[in-house]
């Protein structure tokens, strides 16, 4: 709540605004407001853009278009991909503005390849990668780079995350910005973990410790002690990482982020496995894969079956096993071609670009494939 000093300096502020100045004024702040929060707090940025959709004939449109903007991106971290690209599609209907379109395609891009579209996904991603440098936000620049980076580890193209976390890094001493500085070394580390490489896991977890430290960011906080704790657990000390794991358990489920959830209840299970707390083990396994298989997340199904198959086989359940290590080689099979998938398109997406680039290049109109 606001102090009654804030009130009388916002009202002093507005004294000399019209009636409508200070509406625009204000929804344009609490618009501000709720992109600085998107991240941090994303249950209260939800109640805020929902609150503010009310007064939606009353923006400008250049707002209205950040107002869809961020309720896309609401939706889109929420797994509601339907609604995600619905809103996004609203955008162009309000603003031509070359950051408000680039942060529209970093919204689309995600959306789609999170539904299945990976090669639309990575045209619309590199046609706002090749636009970046008239981006005038250094933070959207940055924005875009991580989601770039984002989608190529998943496709463990990590070459090319690489080279993106390390432009990452290159823009945010360029523009002093600690916050982007943290998070390309955040993403180093998630490579590194990735690719098994303890080594340099720990030189990278160890950079985004120190560098993180002057950022207040509780996303990036939490990912920090959940990779020590992998980190850790890689290492063989399992109760210290356990006792990690446990430590910011309830703050992950807090902050609302179920996709990472999953991943930790994965983690979780498969250290109780290594602890031989097999009770444990299972219950976390069963709650990742009973989500997973509700979303059909094959990549999380794998995960979290494999550690069911270990448990049944363990307690001697030949029923329970029979079925988990059914659900094991069925996502496993699909999660394989999915990933061959992703890559094929991500590469049909090169193809594509470097195309529309010779076609434009020679002033001959290009059909998008969608």
């Not at 309000?94 to 999170?114: E, F, G, M, P």
């Not at 933070?139 to 989608?151: D, P, T, V, Y």
């Not at 998070?183 to 098994?196: D, M, P, R």
């Not at 999915?338 to 997406?349: E, G, L, S, V, W």
């Amino acid at each position: 709540m606001k102090s009654l000093m804030s009130i009388l300096f916002i009202f002093c502020i507005f004294e000399s605004l019209s009636a409508e100045e200070v509406d625009v004024t204000a929804f344009q702040k609490e618009l501000d407001y709720i992109y600085s929060i998107r991240m941090h707090d994303i249950n209260d940025a939800k109640n805020r853009i929902e609150k503010l959709s009310s007064k939606l004939s009353e923006l400008t449109n250049y707002q209205k278009a950040q107002f869809f903007n961020l309720r896309a991106h609401s939706e889109l971290i929420r797994g509601n991909l339907d609604k995600a690209l619905d809103y996004a599609s609203k955008v162009k209907s309000y603003s031509n503005n070359t950051d408000v379109v680039a942060r529209n395609k970093v919204i689309r891009s995600s959306a789609l390849y999170s539904s299945g579209e990976y090669q639309k996904g990575f045209i619309i991603l590199y046609e706002a990668l090749d636009g970046i440098d008239s981006i005038s936000s250094a933070e959207l620049k940055q924005s875009l780079l991580q989601n770039a980076i984002s989608l190529h580890t998943g496709i463990e193209i990590f070459d090319k995350s690489q080279e993106l976390a390390r432009k990452m890094l290159a823009n945010a001493r360029e523009n002093k910005n600690d916050e982007y500085n943290c998070i390309g070394f955040v993403e180093l580390t998630t490579i590194s973990i990735k690719l098994n490489n303890l080594p340099q896991a720990k030189t990278d977890i160890s950079n985004s410790i120190n560098n993180c430290a002057k950022v207040k960011n509780n996303l990036i906080e939490l990912i920090i002690e959940f990779y020590k704790a992998k980190i850790l657990k890689q290492e063989g000390h399992l109760e210290e990482a356990e006792k990690v794991f446990l430590s910011q358990y309830q703050n992950l489920i807090d902050f609302g982020w179920k996709s990472m959830v999953v991943d930790v209840q994965i983690d979780l299970a498969n250290l109780y496995l290594e602890l031989n707390k097999f009770d444990k083990a299972k219950a976390f396994a069963e709650e990742a894969f009973d989500y997973s298989k509700s979303i059909n997340n094959t990549r999380d199904i794998r995960n979290s079956s494999e550690v069911l198959v270990k448990y049944y086989k363990f307690i001697n359940n030949k029923e329970d096993f029979e079925h988990f290590k059914k659900e094991y080689l069925e996502s496993t099979n699909e999660y394989l071609l999915q990933t061959q998938r992703k890559r094929i398109a991500y590469y049909q997406a090169m193809n594509y670009r470097a195309k529309k680039k010779e076609l434009q290049n020679k002033k001959v109109a290009v059909t998008e494939p969608f």
